[in-house]
């Protein structure tokens, strides 16, 4: 008996990524979620640019909800790609875990949209080096605007990986 040649696999066949679950058309909002600010930015309609929209000083998680439901619904968003602070070896810490309660804190305040956590390692550090050095940009204003760059930063390199693997 001849050995049989395999079919090559299809791009059905990869393993599950952690982008799946997102719709496959419309826009997304990137979230850079930290302990005192949420930075926000949005992907166009055809998802190639990511672009940044602002900074949420974090309050009372009703707040931060309600400020978010507006954003979806003016920008008619219809998923959340969230940065996910891993560590440098890959584990997750307790900034992971703040970060997915804070996404199910959000589904618990009736934001229903599918969420993707994305890997943020080092954004906030490329977007700081960015503005210091291209940008130069003062400190003060780079304080203003870190947050909502990163947000653009991450949701940018999950915009990426969709059209690879699309």
């Known amino acids: 008996m001849e050995p049989r040649m395999s079919d090559p696999p299809s791009p059905n066949d990869r393993p599950p990524g952690p982008l799946d679950g997102l719709p496959q058309r419309g826009r ?28 949420i000083a974090r309050g009372k998680v009703a707040a931060d909800a309600a400020r978010l439901k507006t954003l979806i619904a003016e920008r008619g968003a219809v998923g959340l790609v969230v940065g996910l602070p891993v560590n440098m070896d890959g584990s997750e810490g307790p900034r992971c875990q703040s970060v997915r309660a804070f996404a199910r804190n959000m589904a618990a305040q009736g934001i229903a949209l599918p969420v993707a956590f994305w890997d943020e390692r080092l954004s906030t550090a490329a ?11 003062t400190r003060a204003r780079r304080d203003r605007v870190v947050d909502k ?11 990426d990986a969709l059209r690879r693997h699309g």
């Open 28 to 55: 997304l909002l990137g979230l850079d979620v930290g302990e005192k600010t949420i930075g926000i930015a949005v992907s166009d309609s055809g998802r190639s640019i990511a672009s940044p929209v602002e900074t």
């Open 149 to 159: 760059m990163a947000a653009a930063y991450i949701l940018q390199g999950a915009l």
């Open 127 to 137: 977007v700081e080096r960015f503005l210091i050095g291209e940008a130069d940009m």
